[in-house]
């Protein structure tokens, strides 16, 4: 029996790049791809992309029960929630009785994120934290977070993993970091830290660090991105029966990080902050980067609709997360970490031109 496949957050930067990778990605064969959406719009957007539109409230235990073991769904990706568990557990369950009524393989994949593994979140960053470490779920199992918005989160990452173990599904921990680059789906194409710098930089009339030294982040161009979700999904597709998945890691040892290297975030500020400068339209006053002092920081707060203390967490901190996983499945990202930094300019009319004030 062929998989059938369901997306969630089609219409999301993630999402929306990888439903418009999709028939290019020279997949195996498979059933059907059905796309969750919310509503007329986004089930004719999705049409385009060969994706069969499905709606149903994916908060909603008896409705997701019904979406997926009517439509037979045996693959779900997972985008839409990487703090809350409740949609998650619903999907897994019935991912779990598509598993005991037609005896296929099933598999569910969460997209989390960096944060969850970095000083945010309570996770070592000493040196580097492997996301192939055979270690890495009992890490996380005893992450304190220093932000209590932090711990659900990364509660969420074990509570997928056991769910699934329990119910006898396949599990995988998918990692975005910053991610940038133009996205190439129906809705939102663009970003979160990088915008957040931008978001921050127009009411301040500055970009600011928040970090003392030079604290590193990974980073990932979002094709690179894409290709690793699709990469994961080759090798779902490329197996049969118990082999299903032959050399792709699930469960405790299914992290996958999509970064190709790590950058500091002054670069990143100095970079983007040269970018504001070398425009025409005043946004900032100079390229010159300063340190956010309380007053700064509760501006920035401001803008970025957070406390003053979780500032950083948007645009701050140091993640020692390093992606070793996709390399053992055939990923190899195209763009260097340092791409990131050459491509600051083109990021910045990108964000201006799509934010929302």
Known sequence: ?????????????????????WAAADLPPYGKLYALVRSEQQAEAVKQYGAEPLVFDPYDEAAVLRGVVDHQITVIYHLIDAFKSDSQVYMIKALAEVKKTTGQTVHFLHTSGAK?????????????????????YE?????QAPHEVMQTPVNTNSTVIEKCEHHGVKSYIFVPCIVYGKGEGFGNVISIQTVAIVKAAKVLRRVYRTDQGRPTWPVCHVLDNTNL??????????????GEGEGLG?????????????????DLYAAMAAALAQRGDDIVDDAEVETADSAALEKMGKALGCPADLVA????????????????IGWKPAHGPEHILEAAEDEVS????????
């Open 1 to 21: 029996m062929p998989h059938n496949i369901l997306i969630t957050g089609a219409s999301g930067y993630l999402g929306g790049t990888l439903i418009a990778r």
């Open 116 to 136: 969850i593994f970095s000083n945010h979140a309570g996770a070592p960053h000493d040196g580097e934290l492997r996301d192939n470490d055979p270690g890495l």
């Open 139 to 143: 890490i996380q199992k005893k992450q």
């Open 229 to 242: 979700y699709l990469a994961i999904l080759r090798r779902i597709l490329a197996g049969g029966g118990e």
């Open 250 to 266: 699930s469960g405790r040892n299914g992290y996958y990080l999509a970064a190709s290297g790590s950058v500091a975030w002054d």
């Open 313 to 328: 967490v948007h645009l701050g901190g140091k993640c020692t997360f390093t992606a070793r996983h996709g390399e053992q």
């Open 350 to 357: 990108l964000i201006l031109e799509n934010l929302k004030s």
